[in-house]
């Protein structure tokens, strides 16, 4: 199984994009979702998580500035980020959290610059 993201794309400091990650529905509908990014020479991070009752959780890096969200009817997870900067340019994964090896995809390419 890989989860595969889509979305990315090059956009503007200060300007917004939306992620989106299909699961199947056997994992989607009891486990934590979290979206990931990995910038050149770093390691993977973790951005967010929600959970089966959609709480959530946010990297103090992007709070207030993006949100994850599931639609449970799709088995799909969502990154609404806004206000983006530079230092957010990366390729970003979804994976369950805690993450499991093999559920890894290619990830989508957010790249913010003028």
């Known amino acids: 199984v890989q989860l595969q993201a889509s979305g990315g794309g090059l956009v503007q400091p200060g300007g917004s994009l939306r992620l989106s990650c299909a699961a199947s529905?056997?994992?989607?509908?009891?486990?934590?979702m979290g979206w990931y990014r990995q910038a050149p020479g770093k390691q993977r991070e973790l951005v967010a998580t929600?959970?089966?009752?959609?709480?959530?959780s946010y990297a103090g890096s992007v709070k207030g500035r993006f949100t994850i969200s599931r639609d449970n009817a799709k088995n799909t997870v969502y990154l609404q980020m806004n206000s983006l900067k530079p230092e957010d340019t990366s390729v970003y994964f979804c994976?369950?959290?805690?993450?499991?090896?093999?559920?890894w995809g290619q990830g989508t390419q957010v790249t913010v610059s003028s």
């Open positions: 994976n369950l959290s805690p993450p499991r090896m093999n559920y």
């Open positions: 529905g056997n994992i989607f509908s009891i486990n934590t």
């Open positions: 929600i959970d089966r009752y959609s709480s959530t």
